[in-house]
């Protein structure tokens, strides 16, 4: 695939931070050029292939010539550019977080060992979770540059047969390199046998991606109303007078704004938003420098972990439900990896390491050197520590910064939304690609108004920071703990991590993430149950439309038309070969779909070259463009199949249909011009001059529309889940529009399937 902006060339396997961590991934092995028609069959036709690349790489101690080090000099730049532009994207969330850890604290009567026991569970969450975990692990289990659960979902599926979706499985760009490793190299491991073997492993898997995926929908809704309300809250300091409503419906303004611009892309927003995220990364440090010379000099001695505890043997039960506010000094984290398709691993690396992390640990420190000489102003923790003569312009920075951290779990939010409708496990929404360089920018107007319209009523109905602060810990640590298991498969699976480092990696950090979760439980009834409802609505909806999907697939694989069927019914006198070129869309490759034998039946026609096309997802974030259209040709004259794949990070417009049938038609007469499968006795120049002249006639673009018809004999079960997933299926998007054919060439076909 092309380089992503930033990135020296296309990659495959990535080296991490440091040989992640000296041995927590073997070094990376290269990798041969894909063969053109690797994993197809034998009349499958692609475009022109590139020319052959030398296997390897030059030598390592071959000196650069002057036109490389100028490219990486350019590199540089670039990333140290794109790592500028992820302050307004992707850290928003993170690095506005001194806004309401300390405010979401239950404390009570503290004293200046709790706040440094407090500091330093702070200091090492933000190091393990964020330097250790994400920055230097989680970021190299990309899929070709895509982050999030159902990314490592993906990779998980394509190098063990883990997947519960059999439509989903087949071809992966990666085999023929897999096919040239020795068989130790492929043999699976004893965990992958172990997921193979069992159906009950593979469901919980889906499971946990389905619920990574549902909890981060639930953090891009609770960031925008804690952050926002929190920086609004400033107001009531200076002018006690500013009544709780006035804050909560000026926070919801905000937010109405910040959605209704997200219609303009990433690139634009986070040109925008980069220049305030800056401001308030480099000022807040400053503000915590000063507090902890003037209040407490020594604070940095609370980094000893023994603090931690002396914390935990003090407080006990206390100590234990106040992790349930320290979470949140992590918020944020997890977009970090789930908004990896919109910049590169480098930028978001150098952006973390060089202002984010030092940023944080400067202002929480600074806070708490103020909170110890001040022990009772924890409910405003922030705005009290900062200094009256730059109350007022840091008032002005905080708001903004709050808007901004709105940002990344938004974007966050589309590129799941848009992975798992591409995997087929959510309808069909409208996704709308904001730049043509990064196809990995995306946004859906109906998430974007759902979304707006949960924050605005989080904001109403909670009102105070601290019940959407319990809330809003439930899900960041769930992300997180699920983001840690998936790793660890990553690791034994994949990259066959030595079992000492996997459990270096696995322990301590499932103890960790394991206590936070047992603290914000307890939060349940106090707020954190909003999350575990919008999850479940949302994992509702997802197993519905999944369902479905899976019985019309099962009807149709056992209802398909065999060509022996096709070349019946096409000799029957009262059909005929109309002029024209029709695309015929069908959900299944092996065969075609039962919605032919109704359509010739009824029509009584068919076009004198129908070409039978299937979308094909692929367990790859995106498809080569020579990849892309595969055309093979089928029994009776001027029937072809055409294959259009696609990974769930490809823009699947095709740049309209006029495009789609140029590339059909121009990879067709290729297939026929190479083709040495003569299957009937017209030759190549009248097959060819015959595909012209349909063309010319008209196209045509026609697809099936099958729906169930529930009867009174079904079972309880299906009763429920098929006429949900109708009620689904009749208010979600089509797949033909996504594709962009003219609305003047489009014809659907109804049948009805009784269940």
């Given at each position: ?137 989680a970021l190299n289990a990309d899929d070709h540059g895509e982050g999030g659960t159902f990314a490592m979902y993906s990779l998980l599926c394509r190098h063990a047969d883990i997947g519960i979706l059999p439509s989903k499985r087949g071809y992966s760009e990666e085999e023929p390199f897999l096919h040239e490793q020795s068989a130790t190299a492929i043999r699976p491991s004893k965990l992958g046998k172990f997921f193979e073997r069992s159906i009950t492993a593979r469901r919980v898997l889906l499971f946990m991606a389905i619920l990574g995926m549902c909890m981060l929908i639930g953090d891009g809704i609770l960031t925008p109303a804690i952050s926002v309300l929190s920086a609004i809250e400033g107001l009531r300091g200076p002018f006690p007078s500013v009544s709780k409503p006035v804050v909560e419906a000026l926070s919801a303004a905000i937010l109405i704004g910040v959605f209704l611009l997200q219609k303009y892309g990433t690139s634009k927003v986070s040109f ?484």
């Amino acid at each position: 695939r092309s380089p992503r902006a930033g990135e020296d060339s296309p990659r495959y396997y990535k080296p991490s931070l440091a040989r992640l961590l000296i041995q927590l991934r073997p070094p990376p092995l290269s990798r041969p050029p894909l063969p053109a028609h690797a994993g197809q069959g034998a009349h499958m036709d692609l475009e022109a292939a590139a020319p052959p690349r030398p296997r390897g790489g030059s030598p390592a101690t071959a000196p650069l010539p002057p036109a490389n080090r100028e490219t990486d000099v350019g590199n540089v730049r670039k990333n140290i550019f794109l790592a500028y532009k992820t302050l307004g994207v992707v850290f928003g969330g993170l690095v506005t977080s001194p806004l309401y850890v300390y405010p979401s604290m239950n404390l009570s009567s503290p004293t200046e060992a709790d706040y440094l026991g407090i500091y330093s569970i702070m200091f090492w969450t933000l190091t393990l979770i964020g330097v250790v975990k994400y920055v230097g692990i989680a970021l190299n289990a990309d899929d070709h540059g895509e982050g999030g659960t159902f990314a490592m979902y993906s990779l998980l599926c394509r190098h063990a047969d883990i997947g519960i979706l059999p439509s989903k499985r087949g071809y992966s760009e990666e085999e023929p390199f897999l096919h040239e490793q020795s068989a130790t190299a492929i043999r699976p491991s004893k965990l992958g046998k172990f997921f193979e073997r069992s159906i009950t492993a593979r469901r919980v898997l889906l499971f946990m991606a389905i619920l990574g995926m549902c909890m981060l929908i639930g953090d891009g809704i609770l960031t925008p109303a804690i952050s926002v309300l929190s920086a609004i809250e400033g107001l009531r300091g200076p002018f006690p007078s500013v009544s709780k409503p006035v804050v909560e419906a000026l926070s919801a303004a905000i937010l109405i704004g910040v959605f209704l611009l997200q219609k303009y892309g990433t690139s634009k927003v986070s040109f925008l938003f980069s220049p305030i995220m800056a401001a308030w990364t480099f000022t807040t440090p400053i503000v915590g420098i000063y507090s902890i010379v003037r209040y407490y000099p020594g604070i940095f001695k609370a980094i000893s972990p023994h603090y931690i505890v002396h914390f935990f043997l003090r407080n006990k039960k206390q100590g234990w439900q106040l992790l349930g506010g320290t979470v949140l000094c992590i918020t944020g984290a997890e977009a970090m990896f789930a908004d990896l398709g919109h910049f590169s691993k480098k930028a978001i690396q150098i952006a973390f390491l060089s202002s984010i992390y030092p940023s944080l640990v400067l202002t929480y420190a600074g806070q708490t050197a103020y909170l110890i000489n001040n022990v009772n102003d924890f409910s405003d923790g922030f705005y009290k520590f900062i200094p009256r003569p730059v109350y007022w312009p840091m008032f002005v920075i905080a708001t903004l910064a709050a808007i901004v951290a709105s940002q990344s779990l938004i974007s966050a939010t589309f590129s799941v939304i848009k992975q798992s409708v591409v995997l087929d496990y959510f309808p069909r929404v409208k996704v709308v690609h904001t730049s043509h360089q990064k196809e990995g920018e995306v946004y859906s107007p109906e998430i974007n108004y759902i979304l707006m319209v949960l924050c605005v009523g989080v904001i109403l109905g909670f009102g105070g920071g601290k019940e959407i602060g319990n809330a809003f810990g439930v899900v960041v640590i769930m992300v997180m703990l699920i983001t840690t298991i998936m790793l660890t498969l990553v690791m034994i699976i994949i990259w066959r991590t030595p079992p000492v480092f996997v459990g270096m990696f696995f322990i301590p950090f499932v103890i960790m993430e394991g206590s936070y979760v047992s603290a914000v439980f307890t939060k349940i009834p106090e707020g954190g149950w909003l999350p575990f409802a919008v999850s479940m609505i949302l994992a509702l909806i997802m197993f519905v439309w999944y369902y479905g999907r899976q019985r019309k697939i099962e009807y149709e694989m056992a209802n398909k038309i065999t060509m022996e069927r096709l070349g019946q019914l096409l000799a029957m006198p009262e059909v005929q070969r109309v002029p024209g070129l029709c695309f015929f869309y069908s959900n299944i490759q092996d065969g075609l779909t039962p919605i032919l034998g109704h359509y010739i039946k009824n029509m009584s026609s068919l076009h004198t070259v129908t070409i039978f096309v299937t979308l094909r997802y692929l367990l790859v974030s995106k498809v080569d463009q020579r990849e892309r259209v595969l055309i093979k040709r089928l029994g009776p004259r001027g029937v072809y199949q055409c294959t259009v794949q696609y990974g769930y990070a490809d823009n699947l417009s095709l740049k309209g249909g006029d495009d789609l049938v140029a590339q059909v038609m121009r990879c067709l007469k290729r297939h026929i011009a190479m083709s040495t499968d003569r299957r009937s006795s017209v030759s190549t120049e009248e097959e060819i001059a015959n595909l012209e002249a349909a063309s010319l006639a008209g196209v045509v673009h026609v697809r099936g529309k099958m729906r169930f018809y529930v009867g009174d004999d079904a079972g309880c079960f299906d009763k429920v889940m098929l006429r949900s997933y109708e009620f689904l299926h009749s208010i979600c998007r089509s797949a033909l529009p996504a594709l962009g054919m003219p609305l003047q060439q489009r014809v659907e076909i109804g049948m009805l399937y009784k269940v």
